[in-house]
């Protein structure tokens, strides 16, 4: 039996930003750990990032990487782009290779354009304009595959974001209890919480 964390989160472009949502359900093996799990991370006031897997890897891993990107915008006097973030959790990711943070990431956000990458806990670096991690991602990818446009406005992103997790969320035992949405867009980033229904 594993007892690897299962979750469901998303990532999707936009108009002019990125959507990422995920589920609040943290279960090992057959035990349910907890109901209240934020697995949505804003990185920067221009990143944001969701998992699955460790929670506690992640949270790590965006603590440092928030802390490193603070310190690297001092030195460059400007914000630190999504690219930048990415190849940042990247090489930390690589570096732990040994003993991996055992977390699947979505991180993105806006500069010129919105883009999101897929990271899986070795650091490969995969961008996309819409991505599904975790074990509910079949379900969710089921969703977001037919349904995507390019250049959708904020409102039908956030919607079938909220859609595809809640689609995991009825076929995955890991998934479930509420969906957290962490919107990124040019003026900043957004959070709130939807009940699954």
């Known amino acids: 039996m594993s007892y690897m964390p299962g979750a469901t989160a998303v990532g999707i472009t936009f108009d002019n930003g990125v959507v990422f949502a995920s589920e609040k359900r943290i279960a090992y093996g057959n035990f349910l750990v907890s109901k209240s799990t934020k697995k949505t991370f804003p990185i920067t006031p221009k990143v944001g990032a969701t998992c699955a897997g460790l929670v506690a890897d992640m949270q790590l891993l965006s603590l440092q990487i928030s802390a490193l990107a603070k310190i690297r915008k001092?030195?460059?006097?400007?914000?630190?782009?999504?690219?930048?973030?990415?190849?940042?959790?990247?090489?930390?990711?690589?570096?732990?290779?040994?003993?991996?943070?055992?977390?699947?990431?979505?991180?993105?956000?806006?500069?010129?354009?919105?883009?999101?990458?897929?990271?899986?806990?070795?650091?490969?670096?995969?961008?996309?304009?819409?991505?599904?991690?975790?074990?509910?991602?079949?379900?969710?990818?089921?969703?977001l595959d037919?349904?995507?446009?390019?250049?959708?406005?904020?409102?039908?992103?956030?919607?079938?974001?909220?859609?595809?997790?809640?689609?995991?969320?009825m076929r995955d035992s890991f998934s479930g209890d509420g969906i957290d949405v962490l919107v990124v867009n040019q003026d900043g980033i957004t959070e709130f919480t939807q009940d699954v229904k």
């Open 74 to 143: 001092m030195d460059l006097k400007r914000d630190i782009p999504p690219n930048t973030i990415a190849k940042m959790m990247s090489n930390m990711m690589y570096e732990r290779r040994y003993f991996p943070l055992l977390t699947q990431v979505i991180v993105g956000g806006v500069t010129d354009k919105p883009v999101i990458y897929t990271l899986d806990p070795l650091g490969s670096v995969l961008p996309d304009d819409y991505a599904a991690v975790g074990t509910g991602a079949e379900m969710a990818l089921g969703v």
């Open 146 to 169: 037919p349904q995507f446009k390019e250049n959708m406005n904020e409102k039908d992103a956030v919607d079938l974001a909220v859609k595809a997790v809640r689609s995991a969320t």
